[in-house]
């Protein structure tokens, strides 16, 4: 066990990435409906098939760690057909994150986890990888709105 | 003195920053010279700008938390007209962060401190932002290079 002062206590990095969620929400809830579901550029992704792969990963990858289960990567059950229901999902996956936090133990953060069957590293490291992904894809939102002449939220604006 | 198992090193976070660093540095290079400094979405900065925004923040931010100075927030001086010279900018900026790490102390994440004599945040807050925020315009250049037809770096390459 490190006895070493922590510089981020696992309660921290979960408010951090909660704060980041509820700007994610902000986003999505931006964009007009039919945008949301067929506007891209450059041959990427709708932002809605971007946050189905946001859903596909946060709770479900939080719920695997915490049940050290085998289960697979999923986009079909995180697939909706209106704006609404993409809202409702993440608030859902939110809290199912919140809830199953707990589960996770400070000393399982260091142990690797073969995370979907095929992401295989520490804990830690698959879990910095669902923030970061997020902010990714968010940001390739904010392109989206811009280039449809709407304003998006403050990077700041967490609450 | 916490004596929690602490889920996250100092030299870990530094190590997960410099990755994203040489990502962003990849992101860098894929520019065509000129697009670097023009090409533009929906009235957003090219990404030579928001490569001057990530060069004002991470080692200025850095030096200015070791020293507790109350250094401002200067573009200017990270504002270049080659992207060679960014490339070199960002290469000592890694190095300057690398060297400046160690003068970070552990206790110091929790301490308030007003970066840039404006943003008045505990240390891990202000840290967490400056990765935050290049993985966000990192993202942008993603969009910028999608648009103009040139593939990215994958997202996990952060060798």
Redesign the interface.
């Known amino acids: 066990?490190?006895?070493?002062?922590?510089?981020?206590?696992?309660q921290?990095?979960l408010n951090?990435w909660i704060g980041?969620r509820a700007l994610t929400r902000k986003v999505i809830d931006k964009f007009p409906e039919n945008d949301f579901f067929e506007f891209s550029?450059?041959?990427?992704r709708p932002f809605a098939k971007l946050v189905t792969e946001l859903l596909a990963i946060g709770a479900p990858g939080i719920k695997a760690i915490v049940e050290r289960s085998a289960s697979t990567f999923n986009e079909e059950a995180a697939t909706f057909t209106t704006k609404a229901d993409y809202l409702a999902a993440w608030d859902a996956a939110t809290d199912a994150i919140t809830r199953d936090w707990d589960g996770v133990k400070?000393?399982q953060?260091e142990e690797m986890f073969n995370l979907f069957g095929q992401y295989n590293f520490p804990v830690?490291q698959n879990i910095?990888?669902f923030i970061?992904?997020e902010?990714?894809?968010?940001?390739?939102g904010?392109?989206?709105?811009?280039?449809?002449?709407i304003e998006p939220p403050f990077?700041?604006d967490r609450y």
Not at 142 to 149: I, Q
């Open positions: 066990m490190e006895t070493t002062t922590q510089i981020i206590s696992k921290e990095l951090h980041h550029i450059g041959g990427m400070e000393e953060f830690l910095l990888y970061d992904n902010i990714h894809h968010r940001a390739q904010y392109v989206y709105l811009r280039a449809l002449g990077f700041w």
